[in-house]
């Protein structure tokens, strides 16, 4: 399993990112994908997750309304559309595959990627 993020930088407060994630070595379009960062310091955080065929999608409370999950099964690639974001946002995002919950509380995943850095500063 490979996962690679891409696109994160350095944003101003209330900007806009689009995080790609290009994934291979097992069959894409048959997982389910998930986003979760993790800021300095802190726990690891899901952000959000999007069935195999892109049928279904789900956010965290924080990111609802203001991210975007999307996916390109042909391509094999996982996106992240991120609008309106705040100083809070600022972490290491990943791209990761087979992660778990207990009783609704997100517990880890079995892959991610390297991650790439989300910095929000005015």
Known sequence: VQLVESGGGL???GGSLRLSCS???FPFS????NWVRQAPGRDTEWVS?????GGRTYYG????????????????????Q???LTVEDTAVYYCAKGCTWRGGAFQQCEY?????QVTISS
Not at 30 to 33: E, L, N, T
Request: proline letters at 5%; zero cysteines.
């Open 23 to 25: 994934a291979s070595g």
């Open 82 to 84: 991120m609008h309106r």
């Open 112 to 116: 991610r990627g390297r991650g790439t």
């Open 11 to 13: 944003v101003q407060p």
């Open 49 to 53: 997750t999007i069935q195999n065929d």
């Open 61 to 80: 409370d924080v990111v609802k309304g203001r991210f975007t999950v999307s996916r390109d099964n042909a391509n094999n690639v996982l996106y992240l």
């Open 30 to 33: 048959d997982s389910p994908m």
